[in-house]
């Protein structure tokens, strides 16, 4: 338990990069393939950062617990933390009580593979 922890708090703060700059993309830059190249290109080395770090992770992970499938859960689930709190925090978004349902399933099959 304690090695799926740490693993997800190693994705956590990449992940958030990566979902804040698709937020805030979403929220305030315009539709237009101009201005998403620019905004882009502004942000490629936020984007490369959050990419060398997940790459990083990923392989010194997969090296460590010798399960590809266990390391992408671990990032699936960092991802989904993410996508909860930053969806609040730019679009006061609160899952229905469907998602939250499925969000459980998905945590008890995380328990399920330890």
Known sequence: MAMMLKYILYFLPLFAILTSV???QIKHIPPT???IFF????????I????VGINY???TGYRHIQSIWHLTIYLWVANF???FVLSYFFFQAIPDW????AAVLVIIA???IH
Do not use: S
């Open 22 to 24: 698709n937020f805030y």
């Open 33 to 35: 393939p101009r201005a």
């Open 39 to 46: 905004y882009t290109l502004l942000l490629l080395p936020a």
């Open 48 to 51: 490369f950062i959050a990419n």
């Open 57 to 59: 992770v990923f392989n």
């Open 81 to 83: 933390i993410n996508t």
């Open 98 to 101: 469907r998602t939250l349902t």
């Open 110 to 112: 995380i328990l399920l």
